[in-house]
């Protein structure tokens, strides 16, 4: 097995083309200081937020080539921190996320085996303000947004042309 990690090394090197850092598990300390435990066992610790107090909601790609969490903060009208940004670590880089509506952020996945992440915010009690939007890793920019149709009392009624990222985020409830 050595001898196959060196040749592809050799060969990324050759073709001037990194190969891919790999992640295999995630720890969490106080304040949710993150280390992240590559594959062949290397640690990394990105730093943190000053006003973070958490994380929550943590995961692997599929391709194993990002990680991600939810940062939680302390927020003005609740007695509890809520989740406003999602991280990714991806190809030894840190990538922030926020939604474009300023909610907390409640669910996310990564999409396209770890290439896009998909979220939805929402506001911290009930279902008004509704909002899934969808993100290119590498690049740091907003593919696609979607938002259902609402009611004069603010529920939702309808989701016409729902896309299937927003179905697959869904299908985590």
């Not at 995630?26 to 107090?53: C, F, M, N, Y």
């Not at 593919?143 to 896309?163: C, K, L, M, Q, W």
Request: charged letters at 25%.
């Amino acid at each position: 097995m050595g001898s196959v990690r060196a040749y592809v090394l050799l060969v990324a090197t050759i073709i001037g083309v990194a190969p891919a850092e790999r992640y295999a598990n995630l720890s969490v300390g106080a304040r949710g200081k993150v280390t992240i435990i590559t594959e062949d066992g290397r640690r990394i610790r990105p730093p943190i937020d000053d006003e973070q107090v958490g994380i929550q909601r943590w995961a692997l790609a599929p391709d194993r080539e990002s990680v991600g969490w939810l940062i939680l903060y302390p927020f003005c009208c609740t007695a509890y921190p809520l989740p406003e940004k999602l991280v990714v670590f991806s190809n030894g880089q840190l990538h922030t996320f926020k939604g474009g509506f300023g909610e907390p952020i409640w669910r996310w996945r990564f999409q396209d085996r770890g290439k896009r992440v998909a979220f939805y915010e929402e506001t911290p009690h009930g279902s008004q303000g509704l909002h899934y939007e969808l993100w290119d890793v590498a690049r740091g920019q907003r593919v696609a947004e979607y938002s259902p149709t609402y009611d004069e009392n603010g529920r939702v009624i309808a989701r016409p042309n729902e896309p299937s990222w927003v179905q697959a985020l869904e299908a985590m409830r």
